[in-house]
């Protein structure tokens, strides 16, 4: 079966202006990113490459098709100097109020492939800026992946676009459930950093929580433990949950950093070095004064770390040192998410395992 990359024009691969309309060859500037990465995923998979765009009032005064067409060609012309053409381009000229049944999100461009048992829409998706891009996706029944950009910075996120269409999504789901715990753990390493944490401990949903954000992870974790006993089933088993989930995220970890590292806080310096080399090893160079931070013993530290290193296979080295013991351990917690941040990178122009063995 075939899948298909339903690309987006305004926005995704061409900057959209304020006006809205791209009439103009002084108003054209490419997406940062957007071609090096269309070249890529021509050359290397094969996805069916069809353009939808909405180009609002094509053909009337308030937008004449002799301002469309010839800068439309000249971006295709582009594109093709290049290697990339597209199989079908497809275009809606209605306004949003004409309700056209063939205006994204609406499908009636792409009913055709819908239709047609020899495309396998579930394992497609759709790239584009907008809400009405990712509806488009949802009333397709496809996947959606979003490009965002920041002009200033020349930065865009058609890098990990292209990594996710080439090397697949990588998500994970666990359920961890014992007579003392029942835990659901779920993450996106390709993620936003949006989280959704529940463990019934205030201060380690807090700790949690900075490895989604600053990790830029999704992740979900809902824990219901024996708190009425103590905290260490909680803490321990969430643990071993998350672990095993960014393993199974990691899939073949082809193409990864693989290594990890660091971050001061305030008084603190935090020094988190790891490796997903499957071999779990934890040195622990941390000492915390106080019984408790929150509701979350000190002497649980090292037994989270402990238990997130064995159950992730990766090698951790932590240290931290400095007065506060709030600002120590958030500090941990910051550097282990910036040190995953950068060891499940993922390049796609070196899609292979980093290691001499052949095997991780």
Partial sequence: MKKILFIDRDGTIIREPQDEQIDAFEKLQFVARAISNLVFLRQHTDYLFVMVSNQDGLGTPSFPEDTFWPVHHFILDTLKGE????????????????????????????????????????????????????????????????????????????DQVAAIAFGGERTAEVRRTTKETDIYVKVDLDGNGHCDIATGLGFFDHMLEQIGKHGMIDLNIHTKGDLHVDEHHTIEDTALALGECLLKALGDKRGIERYGYCLPMDDCLCSVALDFGGRPWLVWNADFQREKIGEMPTEMFLHFFKSLSDAAKMNLNIRAEGQNEHHKIEGIFKALAR????????????????????AL
């Avoid at 209605?94 to 999100?105: G, L, M, Q, S, Y």
């Avoid at 579930?122 to 002009?151: H, M, W």
């Avoid at 040190?339 to 052949?358: C, N």
């Fill in 83 to 158: 290697g990339v053409v597209f199989d079908d381009i497809l275009i809606d000229p209605h306004f949003p109020e004409d309700n056209a049944p063939t205006r994204k999100p609406n499908t009636g461009l792409v009913q055709k492939y819908m239709d047609n048992p020899e495309y396998d829409i579930a394992n497609s998706y759709v790239i584009g800026d907008r809400e009405t891009d990712r509806l488009f996706a949802e009333n397709i029944g496809c996947k959606f992946l979003q490009i965002t950009e920041n002009p200033e910075s020349g930065e865009s996120s058609w």
């Fill in 339 to 358: 040190s995953l941040k950068m060891a499940v990178r993922r390049d796609i122009y070196h899609y292979e395992l980093p290691s001499t063995k052949g």
